[in-house]
């Protein structure tokens, strides 16, 4: 049986015995051995390769011979996390490994940033991941203050006050009263009892 | 508000030496940071194959919208040995690592021959 082009095996024996039909099979010139000049050999299992020549062809001459190369061609490709390897296979001019490390995740838009890519390794060089992005950041303004007011009718009463910021920015520029619905009122620091000021309903407080 | 900043690339081991000496070829780059604020993946000159890093993610409320960093790349090592040098048969080890959440790829490897 003939050999297979970039599979090692197969080649002529190098002792026992070797017959011209042997030869054909392999490289299918027929049984003339002097039309074998100038044809291509390969051994087995190495890089060596030649041309046949001489004044004489002999069967001898094609013991461990093959007219096949052995040697191939290809390309290996994983992107798997986790550890793997790789059985070289018989090439005859070179072999390139490239590795590369993981990506970093992306960051959030409104906290948590992203996560670091994880490292790759071969030969003992490695290729570290990148980091992941920061996050961004969206303020939040200061909850409105609690406020107590002293109502025309002498009650007290807790209202809620609603941050007036600037559109588009976190800049607070005054409070609002939201649930004061008629009349007047004073402002009056819950803590110390003090008067702050007075205003009417959906009066602006800087 | 304010929008995340870009990760930073991988980066190679320092004075790497490969273990199998004397490559004829032996290249080894730091991955391309990632960009601030940026939705867009990050992508490197370096070569296709590259771990890239994920975009960062937007958000909007009632207060403003801000946008996060894309994650950096990972680093690349390139190395080439001649006729010979890696023998039929030898197992190369290796380890592939995994993307950064959320979004980044994993990292890789090629092996090609001729």
């Known amino acids: 049986m003939p050999t297979t082009p970039g599979v090692p095996g197969g080649a002529l024996p190098f002792s026992g015995p070797l017959d011209i039909a042997a030869i054909n099979s392999e490289w299918g010139l027929g049984t003339d051995l002097a039309v074998y000049h100038g044809a291509r050999w390969y051994y087995d299992g190495n890089l060596t390769t030649g041309l046949f020549g001489g004044d004489t062809i002999r069967v001898s001459d094609f013991r461990g011979k093959r007219a096949t190369d052995p040697a191939s061609g290809g390309t290996y490709f994983s992107n798997t996390a986790g550890s793997g390897s790789y059985t070289t296979s018989l090439y005859r001019n070179s072999i390139t490994i490239e590795i590369w490390g993981a990506g970093g995740g992306g960051g959030g838009g409104n906290g948590g940033a992203g996560g670091k890519g994880g490292d790759s390794n071969v030969l003992s060089v490695t290729a570290g991941g990148g980091s992941g992005g920061g996050a961004g950041n969206i303020p939040v303004p200061p909850p409105p203050a609690d406020v107590t007011v002293r109502g025309e009718g002498g009650h007290e009463i807790v209202i809620t006050r609603e941050a007036l910021t600037i559109p588009g920015t976190d800049v607070v520029f005054g409070y609002r009263d939201t649930n004061l619905t008629t009349g007047s009122f004073t402002d009056v620091d819950a803590a110390t009892g003090n008067t702050l000021g007075t205003g009417n309903k959906n009066d602006v407080l800087g | ?114």
């Open chain 2, 1 to 114: 508000m304010t929008d995340g900043t870009g990760g930073s690339g991988g980066t190679i081991n320092a004075d790497p030496k490969p273990s199998i000496a004397n490559p004829t070829v032996f290249v080894f780059l730091n991955g391309n940071s990632g960009t601030n604020g940026s939705t867009a993946q990050n992508t490197s000159a370096n070569n296709a194959n590259v771990g890239i890093g994920g975009g960062g993610s937007g958000a909007s409320n009632s207060y403003g919208s801000a946008t996060g960093g894309s994650g950096g790349a990972g680093g690349y090592v390139k190395i080439t040995y001649g006729p010979g040098q890696i023998p039929q048969g030898n197992v190369i080890a290796y380890i592939i690592g995994a993307a950064g959440t959320s979004n980044g790829t994993n990292g890789g490897i090629k092996i090609t021959w001729s």
